[in-house]
Nanobody, 119 residues
């Protein structure tokens, strides 16, 4: 059974940092596309960062220069390092996977971890 499980959310002040983790089970992330998404209160889910199997990364304009997506193949886990957090980064963060090399269709999702940025 393919499962994704996030951890690392919490409450921080503006300017602070958090690192989210997504542990994947049931398939290897070595050759798979993975991503982080978020949903702010009252808004739809948006893509935050994508990590392609060849190592290419893509970020939403709102997080470029502040967030970094990475992975540890040996741990079958990928991460989202979030620095210089802003109140508008508040929301539920979800990790997602396509289960394949392609990045087109994310079909596996974690349960979400909450991030709150507030003074």
């Amino acid at each position: 059974q393919r499962q994704l499980m996030e951890s690392g959310g919490g409450s921080v002040q503006p300017g602070g940092s958090l690192r989210l983790s997504c542990k994947v089970s049931g398939y290897t992330i070595r050759n798979a596309c993975m991503g982080w998404f978020r949903q702010a209160p009252g808004k739809g889910r948006e893509g935050v960062a994508i990590l392609e199997p060849i190592g290419t990364t893509n970020y939403a304009d709102s997080v470029k220069g502040r967030f970094t997506i990475s992975k540890a193949d040996a741990k079958n886990t990928f991460y989202l390092q979030m620095n210089s957090l802003k109140p508008e980064d508040t929301g539920m963060y979800y990790c997602g996977g396509t289960g394949s090399w392609a990045c087109g269709n994310f079909i596996y999702w974690g349960q979400g971890t909450r991030v709150t940025v507030s003074s």
